[in-house]
């Protein structure tokens, strides 16, 4: 497989996920000589930057949920400010919002 020209060969999967375990997936990978890592169980953080953006909402969630003060059963709307907030918030790398990219 080919993006850019450049040749793809490793992905790296959560062993937890449902890309480790399908078959089709692994045949894909197979038929294009890719090698499939996967980070142990509960590890996504192994995953570098493709899991920084989930790292930083599941902090804001925690940070929203704490200090609100409300019951357990609405962690769910501190889960969505969050990710709302994540993405209209200018982000360095990109020079603009996740929203305007």
Request: glycine content about 6%; charged content about 25%.
């Amino acid at each position: 497989m080919k993006k850019e020209n450049k040749q793809l060969h490793t992905i790296r999967v959560d062993e937890d996920g449902a890309l480790a375990r399908s078959y089709e997936f692994t045949e894909l990978l197979v038929q294009h000589s890719i090698t499939l890592e996967t980070t142990g169980g509960h590890a996504s953080f192994l995953n570098g930057k493709v899991e920084r953006p989930n790292c930083t909402i599941a902090d804001m969630v925690r940070a929203l949920y704490f200090n609100a003060g409300h019951s357990p059963d609405k962690w769910c709307y501190a889960a969505e400010t969050a990710a709302d907030i994540y993405r209209l918030t200018l982000h360095s790398a990109l020079g603009i919002s996740p929203y305007e990219a």
